[in-house]
T-cell receptor
Framework: AQSVAQPEDQVNVAEGNPLTVKCTYSVSGNPYLFWYVQYPNRGLQFLLKYITGDNLVKGSYGFEAEFNKSQTSFHLKKPSALVSDSALYFCAVTPPRTGGYNKLIFGAGTRLAVHP | DGGITQSPKYLFRKEGQNVTLSCEQNLNHDAMYWYRQDPGQGLRLIYYSQIVNDFQKGDIAEGYSVSREKKESFPLTVTSAQKNPTAFYLC??????????????FGPGTRLTVL
């Protein structure tokens, strides 16, 4: 079955330190990979995506993600965390050949808490 | 929230009632989606529509219905057949069908509670 795993329910990091939010996927073929962020009682906001090309993708608010095909991972990173980065982060995958629409398979989400 | 509006923000339903959640977008997107979000489960697809007057069931369509009479609008009805409707409902849209790599834009959500 196609799936996305976010192995950590919560990640705690001190402000100014680097952060990593992990994501691995199980999808046949070459998927398209996305990260979204959700603030409390709000919709999801798109951060970045990997389609093809350079394995390091840069996105909004200083976030970046590294695609690793051999490890089937797409970890989200930021060199220096801000308290305002505290939110719920979702990794999502679009499998290839989805019959004409971009079906997104979401992970369960990781709550990031950045402490002052 | 990217040109997608959802109303109401909070909705309370009594047992046996049908309720309709509104979703409108002004992004000129062809494709629209409805998701349900429960704590710890990520988002699950209820219905999607790639074009006006056409829609398809997602992974958890039972107890829900939709219509797509206009490009801008994709209302979701939660029927009395949905046994556990209390959840946060998110509407999304994206450019065109077949664009597997197009990101989806989300509305602010509607929180539905069954009394």
């Amino acid at each position: 079955a196609q799936s996305v795993a976010q192995p950590e329910d919560q990640v705690n990091v001190a402000e100014g330190n680097p952060l990593t939010v992990k994501c691995t996927y199980s999808v046949s073929g070459n998927p398209y990979l996305f990260w979204y962020v959700q603030y409390p009682n709000r919709g999801l906001q798109f951060l970045l995506k990997y389609i093809t090309g350079d394995n390091l993708v840069k996105g909004s608010y200083g976030f970046e993600a590294e695609f690793n095909k051999s490890q089937t991972s797409f970890h989200l990173k930021k060199p220096s965390a801000l308290v305002s980065d505290s939110a719920l982060y979702f990794c999502a995958v679009t499998p290839p050949r989805t019959g004409g629409y971009n079906k997104l398979i979401f992970g369960a989400g990781t709550r990031l808490a950045v402490h002052p | 929230d990217g040109g997608i509006t959802q109303s109401p923000k909070y909705l309370f339903r009594k047992e046996g009632q049908n309720v309709t959640l509104s979703c409108e977008q002004n992004l000129n997107h062809d494709a629209m989606y409805w998701y349900r979000q429960d704590p710890g489960q990520g988002l699950r697809l209820i219905y999607y529509s790639q074009i006006v007057n056409d829609f398809q069931k997602g992974d958890i369509a039972e107890g829900y219905s939709v219509s797509r009479e206009k490009k801008e609008s994709f209302p979701l009805t939660v029927t009395s057949a949905q046994k556990n409707p209390t959840a946060f409902y998110l509407c999304a849209s994206s450019i065109g069908a077949g664009g597997y790599y197009n990101e989806q834009f989300f509305g602010p959500g509607t929180r539905l509670t069954v009394l």
